[in-house]
């Protein structure tokens, strides 16, 4: 028996077999989440050690606790201090490392629909192998020769790259409001308490909407001063207004009503200034943020959310009403579709082909890696950024959040009045 665990193990980490035969306590999983779970845990890894180079805590209790601290960082050439491995210049160096890694398989995987080919079975295992690249990659960045020239290029690139990730996830949020809204009425027609839960959850958002405005006109603003930051709660307060104002026009909703649109609306977030325990709100903003950018990176790689953004959407009367309408399955939980007989199962869900697209999956976590690089580094507050101050804020964060919400408010209205700007074209969500 501890034979087959270890021939298992050896399948997973060195070879095609899914991820969870490396594990008797795993539970039964799909293989295309098992894979997504994999890589999603490598980016982690590497999220988390761009925090810690970012951190000067970290690195001063290195220099406490280690033996001969500068006489191993002058041994591998990091500088007296380690200089080197830490800063906003080492993160763009590993980032690149990641970044390249992505690429590299996001071309790999190109034009992929069979999951019995051998590039599918190089996406879906290798682990032990992958990890050793994916380590050289952010090692080799170190060797780049011309640093100088390497890291000012590099930080263009990746500005480019994070706010192309940010408008992916923008358009996902407005197609994720739209897609709630034609859900949910589409159970209305055989019952009507659909009509309640959303009137019910809209509620609620104004609720929010309404509750954050309020507090943050509490703590952000003051009666004779904090002109900006009256004029942005008020700009954007007004934002939410309008766009609620045009989404329950009539002229839109004559449009509305027959492909269920939505009435939500985006809130703005100015980030956070009160705290007392500067190392708890590190730990967990760096939690929040990592947890965040890995569901954004999750979910915009399923089959469903693809076809979004390519404007493929399902026939409305084909929707069925469901609570957790977001979570649609890839595949059915059968024993046909094959678990092995002994030891941890794994469900090959994807005998009949790919349950989504393989290269851009690659593509989105490409571009999530460019973006825990601009946002670790406090985007263009590279030279003065460091973990600690990070959730403080900065006014490089603070515009791209602003710019951010603003975007998602055009965004939203352009769904609402495409229809009557451009009438010969069919726009369904």
């Keep these: 028996m501890?034979?087959?665990?270890?021939?298992?193990?050896?399948?997973?980490?060195?070879?095609?077999?899914?991820?969870?035969?490396?594990?008797?306590?795993?539970?039964?999983?799909?293989?295309?989440?098992?894979t997504r779970f994999m890589y999603a845990l490598y980016f982690i890894l590497v999220a988390v050690l761009c925090c810690v180079m970012m951190s000067h805590t970290v690195a001063n209790e290195m220099?406490?606790?280690?033996?001969?601290?500068?006489?191993?960082?002058?041994?591998?050439?990091?500088?007296?201090?380690?200089?080197?491995?830490?800063?906003?210049?080492?993160?763009?160096?590993?980032?690149?490392?990641?970044?390249?890694?992505?690429?590299?398989?996001?071309?790999?995987?190109?034009?992929?629909?069979?999951?019995?080919?051998?590039?599918?079975?190089?996406?879906?295992?290798?682990?032990?192998?992958?990890?050793?690249?994916?380590?050289?990659?952010?090692?080799?960045?170190?060797?780049?020769?011309?640093?100088?020239?390497?890291?000012n290029a590099w930080r263009y690139v990746g500005a480019v790259g994070a706010f192309i990730f940010i408008f992916i996830q923008l358009l996902l949020i407005v197609e994720f409001a739209h897609k709630w809204n034609k859900n949910w009425n589409a159970g209305t027609a055989s019952n009507k308490l659909w009509y309640a839960s959303l009137a019910l959850v809209t509620l609620i958002m104004y609720s929010v909407a309404a509750g954050g405005l309020i507090l943050m006109a509490v703590f952000y603003t003051q009666k004779d001063g904090c002109m900006e930051n009256k004029i942005l709660l008020g700009l954007n307060g007004g934002l939410c207004l309008f766009i609620s104002m045009v989404a329950i026009s009539p002229c839109v909703q004559k449009l509305l009503d027959e492909r269920g649109k939505n009435v939500t609306i985006c809130v703005p977030d100015f980030g956070q200034d009160l705290y007392r325990d500067e190392n708890l709100v590190t730990g967990l903003g760096t939690g929040l943020l990592i947890a965040c950018i890995l569901y954004s990176c999750l979910t915009s790689t399923t089959r469903s959310s693809s076809d979004a953004l390519q404007g493929r959407y399902a026939a409305p009367e084909l929707e069925v009403a469901r609570c957790c309408f977001c979570f649609g399955?890839?595949?059915?939980?059968?024993?046909?579709?094959?678990?092995?007989?002994?030891?941890?199962?794994?469900?090959?869900?994807?005998?009949?082909?790919?349950?989504?697209?393989?290269?851009?999956?690659?593509?989105?976590?490409?571009?999530?890696?460019?973006?825990?690089?601009?946002?670790?580094?406090?985007?263009?507050?590279?030279?003065?950024?460091?973990?600690?101050?990070?959730?403080?804020?900065?006014?490089?964060?603070?515009?791209?959040?602003?710019?951010?919400?603003?975007?998602?408010?055009?965004?939203?209205?352009?769904?609402?009045?495409?229809?009557?700007?451009?009438p010969a074209r069919q726009f369904s969500v």
């Design 63 to 151: 220099r406490r606790h280690i033996p001969f601290f500068e006489d191993i960082c002058k041994g591998i050439r990091a500088g007296d201090k380690c200089e080197k491995l830490v800063g906003y210049s080492a993160v763009y160096r590993v980032c690149f490392g990641m970044a390249c890694f992505f690429f590299l398989f996001c071309l790999l995987t190109l034009n992929i629909s069979n999951s019995k080919s051998c590039r599918a079975h190089i996406h879906n295992g290798f682990w032990f192998f992958k990890l050793l690249l994916l380590g050289a990659m952010c090692s080799g960045a170190f060797f780049i020769p011309d640093q100088e020239t390497f890291l």
């Design 2 to 34: 501890k034979l087959k665990l270890l021939v298992f193990k050896l399948a997973c980490c060195c070879g095609s077999a899914g991820c969870s035969l490396c594990c008797g306590c795993c539970p039964k999983i799909r293989q295309s989440r098992s």
């Design 329 to 422: 399955s890839d595949g059915k939980d059968t024993e046909e579709q094959g678990g092995v007989k002994e030891g941890p199962r794994v469900i090959y869900d994807e005998k009949k082909g790919t349950v989504y697209s393989y290269s851009f999956f690659h593509l989105v976590f490409l571009l999530a890696s460019l973006y825990v690089m601009m946002t670790v580094t406090s985007w263009f507050n590279y030279e003065s950024a460091n973990i600690e101050s990070f959730f403080s804020g900065s006014w490089s964060i603070f515009w791209v959040k602003m710019a951010s919400c603003w975007m998602c408010v055009l965004l939203y209205l352009w769904t609402l009045v495409a229809p009557l700007c451009c």
